[in-house]
Each structure stands twice: as C-alpha cells, then as structure tokens.
C-alpha cells in the first residue's frame, strides 16, 4: 500500500505523541508538563512553593496569549523539560504527592535511599530549599544509625566505590557538612584497609574540603602505583590491591614504584589517572621521602615526667640512640620510604620490646616516649594531606 508524504508525516507525528504518566497525570490538576516522552498532569500549588524554579516561571507575564493558549495549560502546549527524565520528575512528584506514611518511610531504617538522593538532586535543580533539606537530612539520619542500621546495600562498610562516591556527590551539592564529613571519613578508612581503591576518591576528594580522605585517597594511590607508574586497577577488594610480604600495598623499598606480587600482573580493569593527579602523587613522594628523612633522625620529644632524676643525659640520649638504631632496622626498612605511617608503626613495636629502653628510661620516660611516638603517627596520618598539593602548578618548574 502507498502512503503519501503527509501519511508518513502523520504516522511519525503519532509515534512521537507523549503518552500520560500513569502515576501523575491527574486529571482535575491544572499543569501540563512534558518530560521527555511522558506527559505529566500535576498542581501548580505544589510546584510553585518553597520559591522554586516553578513558582519563579509560573509568575511570569504571558504575552500574546490567551490563557488557554498560555504554556502549560493544556496537552497540546506544555511545559517541556529538556534534558531532564521522566523517572527523576516522577521521584521530585512523589514527594509532593506521597501520603505521609509514605514520607515517614524515608525516615526508618528500612528508607530507600538510592530514590532519597535522586530527590535531593531533583530539589536541588529545582531549588525547592526546604525540602531539599529534609531530604538530605533524611539521608544524614538513616546512614548514621540514628533509626537502627541501615538496608545492607546502603552500608558504609560493605557497600561499592561508585555507590560511595554517588553518595558524597550529593552531600557536596547539598552542602550537608555533617553528611560530607561521615561519608569521607568512613571511606577514608575503608581506603586505608585496601578494602576500596583510591582512584575511585582522588577527583573528589580534591574537590572537598575533608583532609582526611584527600590526604589518604592520594597516600593509598601512591603505594599502590606500578613499575610503569601506572594506577593499578578499578576493581574494589583485597584481592586487586598490590602488596608485599607484609600484606600492605608498596612501592619499591627505595621508595621508587614496585610491580605487582611475585611479578605477577594485576588482572581487572586499568586505572587511568589525569595529568594533575600523576603531578600530585609526584609532589607526595618527594615531600614524604624528605618528611622521612627528618623524622629518621629526630626523635619525638616528651616532657621530663616527674620523679626522673638523670633525665637529659639518661633518658633522653639513650632515646635518641634507639631512635635513630630503630629507624635504620631490616624490619622498619622493608616497608618503602614514602610509606612513613607504616615505618612509624613497624618503630613503635620494635620500641616496646627494645631492651634499651626497658632498662635506661625511667619508667615515667618510657610511657611518656612510647606516647610521644603515638602522637607522632597520629599528627602524620592528619597531615598526610598537606604532602601533595601540585608542586608545580604554578610556573610548571620541577621543585628545587
């Protein structure tokens, strides 16, 4: 059978027509809007609160129009969202349409909160203020455990990089400084664990304000650099993490990049970094090899304790003596030079047991020294941050 140009033209017209929203075109509602093939009926009242995006379009002037004419009044002229999805509109709706039961929902430990953060971004565009704040503090409640743990999928301590990551995402557009501050800093420590790779982190993190996690995202990513400088893998788990006898991620004892395990190479998808974050993790291994370099040779101080009579040539030059012994031991330089938390802690242990120190401190001394040690690894860890900011950024030099 023939069909002319104006039958195609019709056929095409009618497989593009926009079909109702099943949920939310309401018939007796006032407000046609079309999101990408779907055809939305809803109430201007609930759009145009709150000093949204909606209340600012609906206030403006029609002109050349009758209201029947007017822009979202009828089927045949709504008001199109381009760019956006019907099922993202359709979650921003349900918010205004929900039962209050359905709203309390959000606030249990049973809350879905993959669809809360999809109502925080919708908010968020929409600039509907107060309910963006309810939303993301629903969020905040749920994952802290304040209604009991959370679903097992919305779990810190087991769930993905990208879920993560999609979660820190939000609490950064959102501001929520509670909620930013709680999710870098439980995926700092998962990263710390090997548990999550860091490259997952290094864009974010950089982003953010949370030291912490810019500073153990970088440090992690650069014990897990390869021979070749390359990143590893995206893969999450142990089992894609390099590492050593020792059972942590390395680079080369010399403090240069290491293969992976018994030369074997890593299996799983390549990691890429940008040109930014190689020059970054660059700066962190100069500034923590020099760290090292000074924290080798001095040791921590602590005050005189009471009841220590020989102190300053007793207990504080045999300190210093072991310091300086331990740091240049087999088992403090298995672990490489940029890796400083590991080569304090391996110290710290051979400290405790180091029969110099037993003997030649005063007992005040020895718990004041082995505390001093204590503070140190906690004051690096802290400032592990500060260690790679792009040392040549500015002029694009290398550091003198």
């Known amino acids: 059978m023939d069909i002319d140009e104006s039958g195609l033209a019709r056929m095409a017209q009618k497989e593009d027509a926009p079909v109702p929203d ?3 075109y309401i018939e007796s509602a006032d407000c046609t809007i079309r999101v990408e093939d779907t ?23 029609v002109r050349d129009a009758t209201f029947c004419d007017a822009e979202g009044v009828s089927d045949h002229n709504p008001i199109q969202l381009h760019g956006e999805s019907a099922e993202r509109f359709r979650a921003l709706l349900s918010v205004f349409y929900d039962l209050p039961s359905q709203l309390h929902a959000y606030n249990t430990s049973a809350a879905n909160i993959n669809r809360l953060l999809t109502i925080c971004e919708m908010t968020n565009k929409y600039n509907f203020a107060s309910t963006e704040s309810w939303a993301i503090d629903a969020v905040y409640n749920v994952l802290s455990g304040l209604y009991g743990p959370p679903q097992q999928q919305y779990d810190l301590a087991t769930c ?13 557009l959102c501001g929520h400084k509670r909620l930013i501050d709680y ?26 304000d949370n030291s912490k996690l810019v500073g153990i995202a970088h440090y992690v990513q650069l014990l897990e650099m390869g021979a070749d400088f390359d990143a590893g893998v995206v893969e999450d788990g142990l089992q894609y993490g390099r590492s050593q006898a020792h059972g942590h991620p390395t680079t080369a004892a010399d403090g240069g990049p290491a293969a992976a395990p018994s030369g074997q190479p890593n299996t ?13 993790l660059l ?24 009841g220590c009579t020989y102190h300053q040539r007793g207990c ?11 740091a240049r031991s087999e088992r403090t330089l298995s672990y490489p030079v940029v890796d400083v938390l590991q080569r304090l802690d391996a110290m710290r242990l051979q400290l405790v047991m180091h029969a110099d120190i037993s003997t030649a401190l005063s007992p005040q001394c020895m718990r004041a020294a082995l505390l ?21 950024a500015d002029d694009g030099s290398a550091p003198g």
């Open 160 to 172: 993905s990089s990208a879920w993560i990551r999609r979660l820190l995402e939000v609490a950064v």
């Open 316 to 326: 504080v030059s045999t300190w210093a003596e072991v310091w300086r012994e331990v």
């Open 268 to 280: 799983g998808t390549p990691a890429v970094l940008t040109r930014e974050q190689k020059r970054r």
């Open 372 to 392: 001093a040690v204590k503070s140190t690894i906690t004051e690096v860890q802290e400032g592990l941050g500060s260690h790679f900011s792009d040392l040549v």
């Open 283 to 306: 700066s962190g291994h100069w500034s923590l090899t020099r760290l090292w370099e000074r924290l080798a040779t001095t040791p921590p101080k602590f005050e005189r304790p009471d």
């Open 39 to 61: 055809l939305f009926r809803v109430h201007r009242y609930f759009l145009g609160r709150d000093n949204s995006a909606f209340q600012h379009m609906f206030s403006m002037p």
């Open 22 to 24: 099943a949920e939310y």
């Open 183 to 208: 999710v870098s800093n439980r995926w700092a420590d998962r990263i710390m664990a090997r548990d999550l790779r860091p490259i997952h982190a290094l864009e974010i993190a950089a982003r953010g």
